[in-house]
């Protein structure tokens, strides 16, 4: 059983929804931490989903969730479930609190503000996730700039895991309630073999969204929503195998180690993506913005040699430090409960891929 928050969970007033997903309505409230007073989000489940997909969906959710709390920063921290009579008793998931918003909404205030750091940061938090631990890893399957958050420390946190799935190493995820047959999730940032409902996602198709979600951070739209036919346009464009030209984006920090990114991530054909580790190394070399703000500093090689050398003495099962750490914690590590050899060797590969 998860932890049950609602003796001590406020919703703040006047109740207002905050955002809304496919799947999902946010609130704010405050959560009493032993008399400290701790913001969080209120994650209800939109009122137009069945009762028995609302179930599905929740339990999938809540899973996920707390195995990504063994996983990494980057990725939104659960801290329980309640029940509050402000939001009709329905049960909700509480999430820490994001006080920049979403990134498109935090780009529009800072315009200035690093896109290939916020990328960066989520390219870790999805190697994470894709990773083995216990055998298992995580498809997200509905990446897009509305599931990226970012906290007031400028941490970015990726978030809304109603389309995920934990799936066992190696597999994809099966798609769930779909309607009329067809894929859900945000149609620009589905891959293409996505669009064959028998092809279930996979860590490609997420990596393929990420490539689009790169690009939308650089353009300040979505691929192809200028064109007058909108999303129309864009489905038939993205299908037919093309892509977004560079040169619609004017920003001078889009660099050509960036584009590259972005074009191996969108490719066409699943198994030529790069994974997400790799993508993380690569969005980590040395560079030079041209806006004034800092270098993200890698890892030099021989680091990397040497923390997968002492990779190969850990055990081949899961080492957990803390089967059930506290609600309210700080995640002091990238990755705080998990040593596992294979995720090792998927990130070892990633240097070769650099």
């Known amino acids: 059983m998860q932890p049950d928050l609602s003796n001590r969970i406020s919703v703040r007033t006047p109740v207002v929804r905050l ?11 405050d959560l009493d931490d032993n008399g400290n007073v701790v913001p969080v989000a209120l994650k209800r489940l939109r009122y137009n989903v069945g ?25 939104l921290a659960f801290l329980g479930t309640c029940q509050v009579k402000q939001l009709d008793d329905d049960i909700c998931i509480v999430s820490e609190w994001a006080a920049e918003g979403d990134v498109m909404s935090y780009l529009s205030r800072n315009p200035d503000a690093s896109r290939r750091d916020i990328l960066r940061q989520v390219a870790l938090g999805l190697s994470y996730l894709h990773a083995p631990y216990d055998g298992k890893s995580i498809v997200h399957g509905d990446l897009h700039p509305g599931n990226v958050l970012i906290k007031a420390d400028k941490t970015v946190l990726i978030c809304d895991f109603g389309l995920c799935h934990v799936v066992p190493d190696g597999h994809a995820a099966s798609f769930s309630g779909r309607i009329e047959g067809a894929p859900q999730g945000r149609l620009a940032y589905l891959a293409p073999e996505l669009f064959d409902t028998t092809d279930p996602r996979s860590r490609a198709s997420d990596t393929y ?11 300040g739209y979505a691929p192809y929503s200028n064109r007058a036919a909108g999303m129309v346009a864009s489905l038939v464009q993205l299908c037919q195998g093309k892509r977004p030209p560079r040169e619609e984006i004017k920003r001078s920090d889009f660099e050509d180690d960036i584009w590259s990114v972005v074009t191996d991530c969108w490719d066409s054909a699943p198994t030529k993506r790069p994974s997400m580790d790799s993508v993380h190394m690569r969005l980590s070399a040395p560079h030079s913005e041209g806006n004034g703000l800092p270098k993200s500093q890698p890892l030099r090689w021989v680091d990397r040699l040497v ?20 609600p309210i914690s700080s995640r002091n590590s990238l990755l705080v409960d998990v040593d596992y050899e294979g995720a090792a060797l998927e990130r070892w590969k990633g240097v070769w891929e650099v």
Do not use: C, M
């Open 19 to 29: 955002h809304s997903t496919a799947f999902s309505e946010i609130y704010a409230g």
């Open 51 to 75: 009762a028995e997909a609302k179930k599905d969906v929740l339990r999938r959710e809540i899973a996920a969730l707390v195995y990504a709390n063994h996983v990494n920063a980057h990725v």
């Open 209 to 219: 969204s990420f490539g689009i979600l790169a690009w939308e951070l650089f353009a």
């Open 307 to 326: 923390g997968f050398a002492s990779s190969l003495w850990t055990p081949t099962s899961p080492q957990v430090r803390s089967s059930s750490p506290s």
